[in-house]
Nanobody, 119 residues
Framework: HVQLVESGGGMAEAGGSLKLSCSVSGYRFTSCRLGWYRQVSGEERERVSDISADGTAIYSDSVKGRFTITQDKSKNMLFLQMNNLTADDTAVYYC??????????????WGQGTQVTVS
C-alpha cells in the first residue's frame, strides 16, 4: 500500500548542512499533511516540521530558521533541508504521512528512519 523511504542521512559537523529525502509511494496528496519527525534512542518522538497539501509549513521552535520542508507532488517526494546543524539535531529522522479518515487525518504512515549525527 503506502510506503515511505528516507535517504540522505549521515554525519555532519556543527554548522554544516544535510538534505533528507523521502519517497512516498502509493500515496494520494489530499488535505492531509506530510512531515518529518525525529527521535533520540529511549526518548519520545518529536515533530520537526510538516507541510499541508497547499504548501503551508510549520516548524518546531528548535529548527525554525534553519530547516526548510518542501514537497514535489508530481514526483511524490518530500524533502528536509537542514542548515547550520548543531549537536542537538542528532537523532533518527522519520518521514511520515497522514491518512485521511471520514473525521480526521492521522499520522498512520511512517518510514524506517535515517540516522543524522552532528558533531
Amino acid at each position: 500500500h503506502v510506503q515511505l523511504v528516507e535517504s540522505g542521512g549521515g554525519m555532519a559537523e556543527a554548522g554544516g548542512s544535510l538534505k533528507l529525502s523521502c519517497s512516498v509511494s502509493g500515496y494520494r496528496f489530499t488535505s492531509c499533511r506530510l512531515g518529518w519527525y525525529r527521535q533520540v534512542s529511549g526518548e519520545e518522538r518529536e515533530r520537526v516540521s510538516d507541510i499541508s497539501a497547499d504548501g503551508t509549513a510549520i516548524y518546531s521552535d528548535s529548527v525554525k530558521g534553519r530547516f526548510t520542508i518542501t514537497q514535489d507532488k508530481s514526483k511524490n517526494m518530500l524533502f528536509l533541508q537542514m542548515n547550520n546543524l548543531t549537536a542537538d539535531d542528532t537523532a533518527v529522522y522519520y518521514c511520515a504521512a497522514q491518512r485521511r479518515t471520514p473525521i480526521r487525518c492521522a499520522w498512520d504512515y511512517w518510514g524506517q528512519g535515517t540516522q543524522v549525527t552532528v558533531s
